[in-house]
């Protein structure tokens, strides 16, 4: 079985702090994402990386980076959170395209 | 990019009824539009999915229809049971790139099946 692992399913921070969400995944799978999730609005994908150290831009990339230094790990990093960036945060992995991408539990994160 | 509509919102149906959530997307060479569930405080699951050169797919209560010449897809489940209730996203690739990789996701639908 795929395994996506997130390394908090809650989390709280306070205004201006350096944030950092790990995903692991367990199927030497070359596709990441980091997906946002509020309600009405769906996922939105917020960055995506296809290979080590490469990542592209997705739909909502500002205030947030990524890092991918080996292919089973991605990381999030809101590099000074704000209080509109509360949400649930999910990782997800996949082969490449078009296929299955398998999500982690979420971790949903309120910034103070 | 590829734009994914989702209706409805909200569904709230009787236990052994069906239950019918339709997709609309805009990306003619789009080729690949899977369904997932989302049960609460979990992630996203893949419960079916559609590849274009076939119309329709079921598996056992769940099925999936797809009209390429309308561009929308539509998850069909029945005799729906109280642990279908959960949110359900349609998605859609974007575009045919090398990081065709990526998909849209629609808005999603609760659904809820009441006894």
């Known amino acids: 079985d795929v395994k996506v692992t997130q390394s908090s399913r809650y989390l709280v921070k306070r205004t201006g702090e350096k944030v950092f969400l790990e995903c692991v995944q367990d199927?030497?799978?070359?596709?990441m994402f980091w997906y946002r999730q509020d309600p009405g609005l769906g996922l939105r994908l917020i960055y995506f990386?296809?290979?080590?150290?490469?990542?592209e831009k997705g739909d909502i990339p500002e205030g947030y980076s990524v890092s991918r230094e080996k292919k089973e790990r991605f990381s999030l990093i809101l590099e000074s959170a704000s209080t509109n960036q509360t949400s649930m945060y999910l990782c997800a992995s996949s082969r490449l395209a078009p296929e299955t991408q398998y999500f982690g539990p979420g971790t949903r994160l309120l910034v103070l | 990019g590829e734009n994914v509509e989702q209706h409805p919102s909200t569904l709230s149906v009787q236990e052994g009824d069906s239950a019918v959530i339709k997709c609309t997307y805009s990306d003619s060479a789009s080729n690949y539009f899977p369904w997932y569930k989302q049960e609460l405080g979990k992630g996203p699951q893949l419960i079916i999915d559609i590849r274009s050169n076939v119309g329709e797919k079921k598996d056992q209560r769940i099925a999936v229809t797809l009209n390429k010449t309308a561009k929308h897809f539509s998850l069909h489940i029945t005799e729906t049971q109280p642990e279908d209730s959960a949110v359900y996203f349609c998605a859609a690739p974007r575009g045919n790139t090398g990081t065709a990789s990526k998909l849209t996701f629609g808005t999603g639908t609760r659904l809820q099946v009441t006894l």
């Open positions: 990386s296809y290979d080590v150290k490469m990542k």
């Open positions: 199927m030497d799978h070359e596709n």
